[in-house]
């Protein structure tokens, strides 16, 4: 991104625009991680909405996988200011171990002594209207919060997923870290936002004297990127011709998507004659734990079923969504109050989705508002290879999200909804 001159102490855009302090760990080049496109796509679209963004973010060596495909559709005015951050389990590690006080509340907490001093420094340079930060990396949080306190402008908090929870994180310091900095945000923040109405529920439940501070911004798809992907798509063939392959594109975590009975139901099927590996496929995108999901597969005797792959770029992943015949979301019942950033994109991609997930929670939720009843307990085998003899027989080729479904999920939208919550704070035109 290109950067004003280093002594430049005028605002940023044309003048008739406000300007917001984003502060993000997830951000172009890093690769890997469906948390890159909340903060690019914002980026992307606030300027159509009156809002010139410019981001606060960590050194690429912070990072344990860049790509330089998402870096090329950073706006070419952007202002990207990369402060000096370490990870605590490469960086400070020795032979593999590293001191945990080093990594609360996560392992990037280096990141916040420079970060804050940048953070000022761009504060004074350029005069921004607000602050937006964002969750997971709760050291974000942490620099938005000295920001705030130094400066006075008013905060949104994007905390997108609960922090402390009931078992997580399971380190009992690391567990006291993120309720003191969530019970820090959600009082010093203006707003706080969620992506799912699950997550706004338990906050305004916990924190009753905040709760109309909590509120709701999902995530979504970006369809211009979809629209290129299409553009590769037209001539493309099956992802495996002549077998009918369902995809799990990114992260399988051991205990909140645990395949396990996935396997089972695949294993009872195919005892059944009603699957076999020259018929069905399951294909793992860069699920991370391929060994874990190997020994797992072996154990239920499916092995020959799996196919673990390994990541590639954003375009691609999306191409590779619209060609397989169908599409796995999984799910534990303890992330109920949590969607997969995922399962956004898999509507637009018009498959058919198989969701591993309880059916009271939010992701489960989103699917019955896309008109989708594709739904089975991660927990249930016996559900599971309904559902999957249903997809193996042809009898969910139906089961798509509908046009009105998918429009409404769109990055631009939410955008939107996060533009209209910045001009609700900061309200008029900008200062002359």
Partial sequence: AQQPPPDSDLP??????????????????LAGSSGVQRTLRFAQHLPSLG???MVLTASPRAYERCSPDLAAELPADLVVERAFALDSARHLAFRGRYVMASA?????????????????RMIHRYKPDLIWSTYPIATAHVIAAALQKRSGLPWVADFRDPMAQDG????????????????????????STFTTPGAAAMYRQRYPQLASRVEVLENGYDESSFAA????WIDAQPLNPGKLTLLHSGIVYPSERDPSHLFQ?????????????????????????????????????VAEFLECCPPIGYRAALKEMMQADGLLV????????????KLYEYLRARRPVLAL?????????????????????????????????????????????????VAAASRRGRSGELGALFDRLVPGPVPA
Avoid at 173 to 189: K, P
Avoid at 330 to 341: D, F, G, R, T
Wanted: glycine share 6%; with cysteine; hydrophobic share 45%.
């Fill in 12 to 29: 940023l855009g044309n003048g008739a625009m406000k300007l917001a302090l984003l502060i993000a760990f997830h951000f172009p080049p």
């Fill in 51 to 53: 809002w010139q963004p």
């Fill in 104 to 120: 609360r509340p996560d392992r990037w907490i280096s990141w916040r002594f420079d970060a804050v001093r940048r953070g000022l």
């Fill in 168 to 191: 997580y994180p399971v380190d009992r310091l690391t567990w006291a870290d993120y309720e003191r900095i969530e019970r820090q945000t959600l009082t010093q923040a203006r707003v």
């Fill in 229 to 232: 992907a299409e553009n590769d």
């Fill in 265 to 301: 139901a695949v294993r009872l099927l195919a005892d059944a004659g009603l699957v076999s590996p020259d018929r069905f496929r399951l294909r793992f995108r860069a699920a991370v734990h391929d060994d874990l999901l190997k020994q797992i597969a072996q154990r239920h005797g």
């Fill in 330 to 341: 999984l799910q534990a019942s303890n992330c109920n109050e949590q969607i997969p950033a």
């Fill in 357 to 405: 997930t309880d059916p009271v929670g939010d992701t489960a939720g989103v699917l019955r508002q896309a008109g989708l009843e594709t739904v089975a307990p991660l927990d249930d085998a016996r559900l599971i290879g309904r559902l999957l003899q249903a997809f193996v027989e042809g009898r969910l080729s139906d089961q798509i999200a509908g046009p009105a479904a």
